[in-house]
């Protein structure tokens, strides 16, 4: 199977979303949660829930399998946004953002590292991240992993 730079990329990317301690798997609810995130009957439809944890290569499988057209990157961030936005209010919180971390099973972040990345990503300073604020901080972690020199 043939990716394009950038399949590969959002692959990556959404792969790290659902190992965020680095294990090199992705555990089946995990894969549920991500896959009930997209809201796509028809990508639901095409793949099978793994029993067994998931690694990269079994994940971009499921993945060509089950895509039925290219979503961006923006588009991805959106939505898992949106799931870490429970109140509906349009921004998060470090409490959501904690939770959801440790939902996804990074419960290895300290508090104090939590209130960092949300620091780094409240551009606005006012302790909640916009969509805007996260849209960006992915796409700075994006070009990183591309690489590219980033500030």
């Given at each position: 199977?043939?990716?394009?730079?950038?399949?590969?990329?959002?692959?990556?990317?959404?792969?790290?979303?659902?190992?965020?301690?680095?294990?090199?798997?992705?555990?089946?609810?995990?894969?549920?949660?991500?896959?009930?995130q997209l809201n796509d009957p028809e990508f639901t439809k095409n793949v099978k829930i793994?029993?067994?944890?998931?690694?990269?290569?079994?994940?971009?499988?499921?993945?060509?399998?089950?895509?039925?057209?290219?979503?961006?990157?923006?588009?991805?961030?959106?939505?898992?946004?949106?799931?870490?936005?429970?109140?509906?209010?349009?921004?998060?919180?470090?409490?959501?953002?904690?939770?959801?971390?440790?939902?996804?099973?990074?419960?290895?972040l300290s508090e104090a590292d939590v209130d960092e990345i949300v620091h780094e990503a409240?551009?606005?300073?006012d302790g909640r991240i916009t969509l805007e604020e996260f849209l960006k901080i992915m796409?700075?972690?994006?070009?990183?992993?591309?690489?590219?020199?980033?500030?």
């Amino acid at each position: 199977m043939s990716l394009s730079h950038g399949q590969e990329i959002e692959y990556k990317e959404a792969f790290a979303l659902f190992d965020p301690t680095n294990t090199g798997t992705i555990q089946p609810q995990a894969f549920v949660d991500f896959i009930a995130q997209l809201n796509d009957p028809e990508f639901t439809k095409n793949v099978k829930i793994p029993a067994q944890p998931l690694d990269y290569k079994g994940f971009v499988a499921l993945m060509v399998k089950g895509n039925k057209g290219p979503e961006t990157a923006d588009e991805a961030y959106g939505a898992f946004f949106k799931s870490i936005n429970k109140d509906g209010s349009g921004n998060v919180s470090a409490a959501e953002v904690r939770a959801a971390l440790q939902h996804y099973g990074n419960s290895s972040l300290s508090e104090a590292d939590v209130d960092e990345i949300v620091h780094e990503a409240d551009v606005s300073g006012d302790g909640r991240i916009t969509l805007e604020e996260f849209l960006k901080i992915m796409q700075k972690s994006e070009r990183k992993l591309r690489g590219e020199y980033v500030l």
